[in-house]
């Protein structure tokens, strides 16, 4: 009796070690302190703080080497919830066309 071979599609494998940090041109608002150093935070106004961005976009605290986090260990509360694989990482992808 024939064996019948049916292919399965593999998903793309999501991972950063692929990515080009998109999610780091994303605003990032600080709403917890977690060390942040002054020179990388952009202050809106008395109550508001942001991640600051460069010209290009990119937050000032990426490593444009490496495509790394520079203070990873500092980084604010929302870079540490921002999930890998996530709907917001993959819609961040695709519109760099990762
Ligand atoms: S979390 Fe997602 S968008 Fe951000 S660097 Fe990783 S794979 Fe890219
Ligand atoms: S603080 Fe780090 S993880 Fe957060 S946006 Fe900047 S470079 Fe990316």
Do not use: K, N
Request: net charge negative; proline share 5%; hydrophobic share 35%.
């Amino acid at each position: 009796m024939p064996i019948t071979v049916i292919e399965i599609e593999t998903p793309p494998i999501i991972t950063c070690a692929t990515c080009q940090a998109c999610c780091c041109q994303l605003e990032v608002l600080l709403i917890t302190e977690t060390g942040v150093p002054d020179h990388f935070i952009q202050h809106q106004d008395d109550s508001v703080s942001t991640m600051l961005r460069l010209d290009d976009g990119w937050c000032a605290a990426l490593d444009r080497t490496s495509m790394r986090c520079t203070i990873y260990e500092l980084r604010p509360l929302i870079c540490r919830e921002f999930e890998m694989s996530s709907d917001e990482c993959i819609d961040e992808r695709d519109a760099y066309g990762l």
